[in-house]
C-alpha cells in the first residue's frame, strides 16, 4: 500500500508562473517530509523539507505547506523557471522509528515552458 | 567538492550472472544505502548501513546482498540476476542525526 502519493504523473507550467506540485501521505506517524529535484541522468537532489511542528518553510523561489489533519503537502515554485524542470519526489519520514527509512512517492514530472 | 560515486554507471548483463555494484562517498557520512527505482515509482530501499559492522535489510531486500568494506564504501551484489532486477540502483549516505539525504549518480543495470 503506498504510503506516500504524488496523484499528478505531470504538470507544465508557463516561465514565470506560479508551479505547484502536491503529495499526500497515509501514515499519521511521518513526522518530517522532504521534496527532492531529479534531472535525467542525475540523482535526486533535496530541495526543501518541512518538520511537522511548522506548516510552512520557505527557501528562495521554493516554499512548502503542510496541512497535518489533510495528510497533504504541497510545494510551491514561484516564479518557475525552465531550468525547474524536473521529476520531483516528496518523501516522508517517522523520525521516531529508527529514522533510516525515507519513503518516496512516484515523482511528478515539472516542465515549465518558456 | 566531497560527493557520492557509483560504478559503473551503465551495466547490460544476462541472467543468472552475478553483478556488483560499488559506492564511494567523500562526504564523511556514516549512513550509506541503496535504493532502486522502477519506471514510474519511487525510490524503494534494498539495505542500509549504520556502519561498518552495522548492515540492514531495507522492504526489497529479496535477491540482493550488501558489503560495507569501509566507512566511505558500500557494495550491492546481485547473486544471480534476473530480468526484473533491471532498474536505477542509487547509492545515498547521510550523516546521523540529519534528515537530509545525499545521493549518488545512479547505476542502470540491464538484465537480459
Known amino acids: 500500500d503506498q504510503q506516500v502519493k504524488q496523484n499528478s504523473p505531470s504538470l507544465s507550467v508557463q516561465e514565470g508562473r506560479i508551479s505547484i506540485l502536491n503529495c499526500d501521505y497515509t501514515n499519521s506517524m511521518f513526522d518530517y517530509f522532504l521534496w527532492y529535484k531529479k534531472y535525467p541522468a542525475e540523482g535526486p537532489t533535496f530541495l526543501i523539507s518541512i518538520s511537522s511542528i511548522k506548516d510552512k518553510n520557505e527557501d528562495g523561489r521554493f516554499t512548502v505547506f503542510l496541512n497535518k489533519s489533510a495528510k497533504h503537502l504541497s510545494l510551491h515554485i514561484v516564479p518557475s523557471q525552465p531550468g525547474d524542470s524536473a521529476v520531483y519526489f516528496c518523501?516522508?519520514?517517522?523520525?521516531?522509528?529508527?529514522?533510516?527509512?525515507?519513503?518516496f512517492g512516484k515523482g511528478t514530472k515539472l516542465s515549465v515552458i518558456p | 567538492d566531497a560527493d557520492v560515486t557509483q560504478t559503473p554507471r551503465n551495466r547490460i548483463t544476462k541472467t543468472g550472472k552475478r553483478i556488483m555494484l560499488e559506492c564511494s562517498q567523500t562526504k564523511g557520512h556514516d549512513r550509506m544505502y541503496w535504493y532502486r527505482q522502477d519506471p514510474g515509482l519511487g525510490l524503494q530501499l534494498i539495505y542500509y548501513s549504520f556502519d561498518v559492522k552495522d548492515i540492514n535489510k531495507g522492504e526489497i531486500s529479496d535477491g540482493y546482498s550488501v558489503s560495507r568494506q569501509a566507512q566511505a564504501k558500500f557494495s550491492l551484489s546481485l547473486e544471480s540476476a534476473i530480468p526484473n532486477q533491471t532498474a536505477l540502483y542509487f547509492c545515498?549516505?547521510?550523516?546521523?542525526?540529519?534528515?537530509?539525504?545525499?545521493f549518488g549518480p545512479g547505476t542502470r543495470l540491464t538484465v537480459l
Open positions: 518523501a516522508a519520514k517517522n523520525s521516531g522509528a529508527g529514522s533510516y527509512q525515507l519513503t
Open positions: 545515498a549516505t547521510s550523516r546521523g542525526g540529519s534528515n537530509e539525504q545525499f
